[in-house]
């Protein structure tokens, strides 16, 4: 691999994200060199806060989930793109964040054999005492620390009967990923790093994703749910939420007691107090800042990851 020309992109499609896409965009806007937003129809502002936040970044409309959200189809899509992109590149949803101050010096740093990487998947959940509290503008992943590692369940993706909760998400310079149907599985060569984190904002905060979760199966056909596909995605009603969000609690505790997580997370606080400001982040570094001292005091001192 080129050391100095190293270039990555991070591909991703959304439909009626508004409520989380700044969040998303603020942080991965600074680890990318670009972008590439597949438009699933949003009708919420969703494009117009990618024209703002990113407004280097290319908005395709999909050409293969027009009518509906089919998996399958979707991987398909972004693989397509994927084969148009040189250098290194990593597909995400826009609920989960790449926990790392610097994904170059990441790909630096392995060895030269090394083409593919995938994370480890930690799956924030909210806390009973926190469900209603107000949110500020800091990263997501830095005011929600309560949750649980996949690496906790003792399953491996491919022990999963439906792909769906694992976000062993794949960092490479293949032409393409060659995942299974939901990106959560890959059959390119690749190591697995447990400490390059992977925040997926699943379970919280709560009171904001939650609408996200109850309307995104209406973009998804009944046949997909009787395939077996999507599942995750079903919901009866806002109470099988709550009870489903109840379930996660249960395994959930302070991520902050792992000390390699504790420690990444407080190198992302340094980096972005320290980082430049841009459009919509002077106001949230200043408010940040204040709050550094507290942080300190609350994550102690982790032994170093």
Known sequence: MGVGGIKVTVISHFWNNAAILPYWLRHHVRLFDHGIMIDHGASDGSVELIRRYAPSWEIRQTERCQEAFIASAADREVMAIEEEVAGWKMVLNVTEFLITTDVKAYIRSLPRHVHGVTTSGVVLVEAPQTRYAKLSDEPLFLQKTFGYFESELGKKPEDYGVPGVWRSRLLHD?????????????????????????????????????????????????????NDFSVQHLLKSEQDLDDRLAEEQARSHDLLSDSHYAAALQRMRAWYISGRTSDGFAGWVRAYARRARRWATSLGSPRSA
């Open 174 to 226: 293949y032409p393409n990923g060659k995942y299974e149907t939901g990106r959560h599985v890959t059959k390119v060569d690749h190591i697995n790093d447990p400490r390059l984190f992977l925040a997926w904002a699943g379970w919280a905060p709560f009171e904001l994703i939650k609408q996200m979760k109850m309307q995104v199966q209406t973009r998804i056909p009944r046949e997909e749910f009787a």
